[in-house]
């Protein structure tokens, strides 16, 4: 059975940077035909996607954030890292990873929230 | 970015309705379009991808079709389980993936 869980700080500090991990379960991030994800939902709004690693380890970021993010992979340990960069109010909101086999997002994490404050 | 653009925004309706959301793309996106159930406090729930193919162990009443610019979910019986906010998601490889601003499913 597929799992992801995040983890990280739930409160980071305006300038800073915010850093995430999405541990896997199920199966290996490293196996072929799947692509990891974040993906972040802003309080009381949308979902706006922010990049994707590939298994083979190929990244591709959503351009509004490409100067900022960075996702990797700690293989050892069947996990993602999300790091952001220069964080403002705006980057507060629920962060998720998921796994698509390309086109659309079939397991997701259950979610953490991250506020971005003094 | 293609823009995903849902209608309505809210839906008031009852059990045993059927329901349809329209979701429109502002390019053609072929059919590569998936529809999410999200309820209170969770991550979304894929439940029809490539515009009309329904997830494994979703029920048969929800169901998609559309493609190129306009899209719509369906759920043929509205069931107490049901009453949450649907999103749809757009693929295009030359953009990056957007979500539609959901439509809320109410309880009339």
């Known amino acids: 059975q597929v799992q992801l869980q995040e983890s990280g700080p739930g409160l980071v500090k305006p300038s800073q940077t915010l850093s995430l991990t999405c541990t896997v379960s199920g199966v290996s991030i490293s196996s072929g035909g799947y692509y990891w994800h974040w993906i972040r939902q802003h309080p009381q709004k949308g979902l706006e996607w922010i990049g994707w690693?590939?298994?083979?380890?190929?990244?591709h970021y959503n351009p509004s954030l490409k100067s900022r993010v960075s996702i990797s992979a700690n293989r050892s340990e069947n996990q993602l890292s999300l790091k952001l960069s220069s964080v403002t109010a705006a980057d507060t909101g629920v962060y998720y990873c998921a796994r698509s086999p390309l086109r659309h997002f079939d397991y997701w994490g259950q979610g953490t929230l991250v506020t971005v404050s003094s | 970015d293609i823009q995903m653009t849902q209608s309505p925004s809210t839906l008031s309706a009852s059990v045993g309705d059927r329901v349809t959301i329209t979701c429109r793309a502002s390019?053609?996106?072929?059919?590569?379009l998936a529809w999410y159930q999200q309820r209170p406090g969770k991550a979304p729930k894929l439940l029809i991808y490539?515009?009309?193919t329904l997830e494994s162990g979703v029920p048969t009443r929800f169901s998609g079709s559309g493609s190129g610019t306009e899209f719509t979910l369906t759920i043929s019986s509205l069931q107490p389980d049901d009453f949450a906010t649907y999103y749809c998601q757009q693929y295009n490889s030359y953009s990056p993936y957007t979500f539609g601003q959901g439509t809320t499913l109410e309880i009339k």
């Open positions: 490539e515009a009309s």
């Open positions: 690693m590939h298994y083979s380890g190929t990244t």
């Open positions: 390019q053609s996106i072929s059919g590569w």
